[in-house]
């Protein structure tokens, strides 16, 4: 559960989402990815460290330059634990919708 909280803590927050965005795109050095954002490359660098640390990104060394890389696992997991959430609701709000159809239509009856 602890690789879960770290992903949606690193997921909190949207400079972190809008550099997961851009690495899905490909592969990006820090000084790329530094280029959008009105941060300095030490700000970008911290949410770097936190996309890591939750193993959303990982570093690649090409020559001198260490591109970062989006890696899915952490998301999948995520997305996985989300979706048997969102089941689980979705046949909670099933039955309270027949137990109101019921309720309804016997208010109906009454009513006649």
Sequence with gaps: MQNLDS???ALA?????????????????????AKPF???QPAISRHLKVLEDAGLISTTV????????LETAPLKKATEWIEKYRQMWEKRYQSLDG???ELQTMQTIGDE
């Design 62 to 69: 090409r020559a001198q330059a260490r591109p970062r890389r």
């Design 13 to 33: 927050d949207s400079t972190r989402r809008a550099i997961l965005v851009r690495l899905a795109k490909g592969d990006l050095t820090v000084m790329e990815l």
């Design 7 to 9: 992903t949606f803590a």
């Design 99 to 101: 137990l109101l159809e």
């Design 38 to 40: 009105n941060m300095s």
